[in-house]
């Protein structure tokens, strides 16, 4: 069973910075795709940023380009989200995601979801 749980939120400053986790169930990531989503009130869910285990490759939101980082630690199970000179406009609640190659890739529909974690940026 493919579970995932973010953390990592909090309350920023604009300009500041902060890394979000994603701590997974144990599973093969090269089977998987593995994203963040984020959804803000009254906005749609948001693909932020996205990595397939297919070939390693990465996908951006052209809102974040530049400033987010995604990243896997396979060995124990993490994926993190680096967020760096946020602005108000990131303020969201941010989501972990997961589905299995066989079935879809990033850009696509995901099938496993964790709890969301919130994040405030000031102003």
């Known amino acids: 069973e493919v579970q995932l749980q973010a953390s990592g939120g909090g309350l920023v400053q604009p300009g500041g910075s902060l890394r979000l986790s994603c701590a997974t169930s144990?599973?093969?990531?090269?089977?998987?795709?593995i994203a963040w989503f984020r959804q803000a009130p009254g906005k749609e869910r948001e693909e932020v940023s996205c990595?397939?285990?297919?070939?390693?490759?990465?996908l951006y939101a052209d809102s974040v380009k530049g400033r987010f980082t995604i990243v896997t630690d396979n060995a124990n199970n993490k994926v993190y989200l680096q967020m760096n000179s946020l602005k108000p406009e990131d303020a969201a609640i941010y989501y972990c995601?997961?589905?299995?190659?066989?079935?879809?890739?990033?850009?696509?529909?995901?099938?496993?979801w964790g709890q969301g974690t919130l994040v405030t940026v000031s102003s």
């Open positions: 995601a997961a589905v299995l190659l066989e079935h879809s890739d990033c850009g696509s529909v995901f099938d496993y």
């Open positions: 990595i397939s285990g297919a070939d390693d490759s990465t």
């Open positions: 144990r599973f093969r990531f090269a089977d998987y795709a």
